[in-house]
């Protein structure tokens, strides 16, 4: 076999019933290596819950409160190897998976050049409404760039909701940034290669009111500017002359008369977004925080 061991990291935040759908799409699959599923949260009653649904099958590790990537960082130290051929797969307790997503994503790593690898988040929610228009719209849009910059071997940045590195070669990273972005530019900067596959899809239940996306919008684009500090000569894929650059194609993508009169308003509100973000860095001096869901946003759970 390729691969010693594959250790599968869930971040969740007192879901239970998410959680539980979560594993149950990676405990399905066909896994031929060896394999653990760990869950990070930072409720205990989330580990009694673990332990009388799947007994021994299931792993825990006590987030401490002090932010998600805080606490990957605790556990990443933990199962650290010096065996390359070790996998670590990152998903979120919010989220599922495909049933082939770890065999898709493990057969990249045969080429030794890769050393992260990231599947296709799927929007769930119905583009009958704007926030599910305006969901379906960039995801579709970061889907086609990823396929793009795969295909060419350039630079891009991983999805958190599914994504996949070497052991072996990293024992952390910084906090004040988003981890899939980080993540895969200390790779980069390593010599190794970044790969996209499509059809490891993880699916997603976005924000579904006004407040819940701009919570979770906001706090990306926060994330993602931290990088000009942390990371000045990371290429970026995420920004917001990026997503100007990208209009043409969400321009195109209306299906019918609903969609066309949903386009303006998310340009409009794509706008007011940044604008919002880029204020409270410079004026109010508001930097992105590690802080696991500070404020929650209620409708992208699925369940709980």
Known sequence: MLNKMIDIIITSYGEPKATARAIDSFLKQDIKEKFKITIIDPFPKIEDFLKNKYGKKINFFLDPGEGKSYALNLFLEKIYSQNKNDIIIF???????????????????????????TGKPVVLNPRNEFFGYASHVVFDGIDRVRSNFSEK??????????FAMRNGVLQGFPLEVSEDAIISYLFWKKGYRIKYVPKAEVYVLNPQNWKDFMLQKIRNIKGHENLNKIAPDMPRTKSFWNEVKGSFFALAYPRNLREIFFTPLLFATRLYIYLKAFYGIKFKKQEYSDGWRIKETESTKPLD
């Open 153 to 162: 071997n350039e630079f891009f940045e991983c999805s958190g909701y599914l």
């Open 91 to 117: 998903s979120d307790g919010d989220v599922y998976v495909s049933d082939n997503s770890v065999k898709e994503i493990i057969n990249k790593f045969r080429d030794y050049e890769i050393g992260c690898v």
